[in-house]
């Protein structure tokens, strides 16, 4: 399956030759892996799969891989980064999620942006933003 690639990348890599981290403490389900992938084919690759030249594993990205095993992705956008220590790329695994959970949503302005969609693209799924009907209404 070809998806588009809207995001820098060092390379294009086979998602069977990733290597997640084991130390990666974030689980993700399989509802979050089907709408991630959802988003990747409807919206391509805006993110790449981030992996240390360090130890070769990923740092960023283990849902988008699961994403892109599910649809059958044949590549996927890599961006190799260099970490010193094992210490400053376990600390990038875990503040890369963590840093998106402590923001804070003002339904207002959520309210406002989803609307805008909406008015620009009668036909587009909301639920492509991540929030599922229940939670838009």
Not at 31 to 38: E, F, G, K
Not at 56 to 63: K, S, T
Not at 83 to 88: C, I, L
Request: proline share 6%; glycine share 6%; with cysteine.
């Amino acid at each position: 399956m070809s998806i588009p690639i809207h995001c820098a990348h060092t390379r294009l890599a086979d998602p069977h030759s990733l290597q997640p981290n084991p130390a990666n403490p974030n689980r993700h389900s399989a509802h979050q892996i089907q709408l991630l992938a959802s988003i990747i084919q409807e919206q391509g690759w805006r993110n790449p799969i981030t992996v240390s030249r360090r130890s070769g594993q990923i740092v960023r990205g283990h849902g988008r891989l699961e994403a892109a095993l599910l649809i059958g992705c044949e590549t996927v956008p890599v961006d190799e980064q260099d970490y010193a220590t094992e210490a400053e790329e376990l600390a990038d695994l875990l503040a890369d999620n963590r840093l998106a959970e402590l923001a804070e949503l003002d339904e207002g302005d959520l309210k406002t942006l989803l609307a805008k969609i909406q008015q620009t693209d009668p036909s587009f799924d909301l639920e492509l933003t991540g929030f599922m009907e229940d939670e838009i209404r």
